[in-house]
């Protein structure tokens, strides 16, 4: 089994970053040839993904949607506790499943991956 690292700085609008980084994370948890174990770390304005019942995207889909898919197939899904603080987001509740995470459990995740992806 890999251990993957996806590393997302984009904001969820604006442009297309987090929908193909979705997109991808979908795609690697869905190989039949080989399970991963994939860490998704939300950091910058990519924080704001995590929050729920945002409009629906009318290209690509719900990226809340996206992300509990994620989720129920045992992505772990983390938005920076720095970044998240600095938005005034870290109080507000959560799509379900997705946490708040600290630059330590980063730095782990960075040093026990085998790939590491950012967009």
């Known amino acids: ?5 996806m590393i997302v700085h984009a904001p969820p609008y604006g442009s297309e970053r ?3 980084a979705l997109r991808l994370a979908t795609a690697l948890l869905g190989q039949e040839d080989e399970r991963v174990d994939l860490t998704m ?3 910058s304005d990519g924080v704001v993904v995590g929050l729920p019942n945002q409009p629906v995207a009318e290209a690509g889909g719900g990226l809340q949607q996206m992300i ?3 989720v129920a197939q045992g992505a772990a899904v983390r938005l ?3 970044c998240a603080v600095a ?3 870290a109080e507000l509740p959560l799509i379900p499943g997705v ?3 600290t630059l330590s459990e980063l730095a782990a995740a960075a040093i026990e991956a085998d ?3 950012t967009f």
Not at 1 to 5: F, G, N, T
């Open 1 to 5: 089994m890999q251990k993957i690292l």
């Open 18 to 20: 987090v929908l193909s």
């Open 41 to 43: 770390f939300m950091m």
């Open 68 to 70: 509990e898919h994620l």
């Open 80 to 82: 920076c506790r720095t």
């Open 87 to 89: 938005r005034g987001l």
């Open 99 to 101: 946490a708040i995470g």
């Open 115 to 117: 790939k590491v992806i």
